[in-house]
């Protein structure tokens, strides 16, 4: 390129940039479907056990470092009446609604926090050939308010590691709301179903036909 006309199209780039400003990054990459059309499009895929373990996936953390960790942090958003805070990120005074079995708590202790689909179960439907990074930040996902719920403990504990093939919340007006978060969940991490979880996943989707599955997907 001729010397005058490279300066001039430098000259033009500059006015461009100074114009529009710095480039900005691309809108994360999101999904947007019916509850129906969601679960019919999840994989299936034999779910594998071996080598888990809770320690695979680093939590509670302090991202931001804050005092406050991941589980804290719900505790504090998710709060019906926000909790007072002192030292090392204390929680008092605040009451929470356990959606699963329709209960309201005042004491922290009475209340866990759910990984909405558990770590377990996403070892089995993917997160096993996941690097220990990414298994932390599945862990700790503050990017999405359906990932960790604030629900009662022992409803949490009667869960445990299971899929919606076995376990469904008590309270039976909780169940459209649980189902499409899990589903959302799933698709968030791009996670796998096993046969009898998509079976279950799509007689509820058929029972709930107006919810739809919105979700911005984890990098």
Not at 57 to 85: M, Q, S
Not at 150 to 176: E, F, H, I, M
Request: include cysteine; glycine fraction near 6%.
């Amino acid at each position: 390129m001729p010397r005058t006309l490279r300066a001039t199209a430098i000259s033009l780039a500059a006015i461009v940039a100074a114009t529009l400003g710095p480039a900005q990054p691309a809108p994360a990459a999101g999904y947007s479907a019916s509850l129906t059309t969601a679960v019919a499009g999840l994989s299936v895929a034999t779910e594998v056990r071996t080598g888990y373990s809770r320690d695979l996936f680093p939590h509670w953390i302090d991202a931001d470092g804050d005092g406050c960790n991941t589980r804290n942090e719900v505790l504090y958003t998710e709060a019906t009446t926000k909790p007072t805070i002192s030292g090392t990120c204390t929680l008092s005074g605040g009451r929470w609604y356990s959606y699963y079995d329709n209960s309201t708590w005042t004491a922290t202790g009475d209340v866990d926090i759910d990984h909405m689909v558990p770590l377990a179960e996403a070892w089995d439907s993917g997160a096993r050939n996941w690097s220990t990074s990414r298994r932390q930040a599945y862990a700790n996902d503050l990017g999405d308010a359906r990932a960790l719920a604030a629900v009662t403990d022992n409803v949490n504990q009667s869960k445990g590691d299971q899929d919606p093939a076995t376990w469904l919340p008590p309270y039976a007006s909780a169940r459209c709301r649980y189902v499409r978060e899990w589903v959302a969940v799933k698709i968030r991490w791009r996670l796998t179903v096993d046969s009898a979880e998509k079976s279950a996943l799509t007689s509820w989707a058929n029972n709930c036909p107006t919810a739809t599955v919105s979700v911005t997907y984890a990098y």
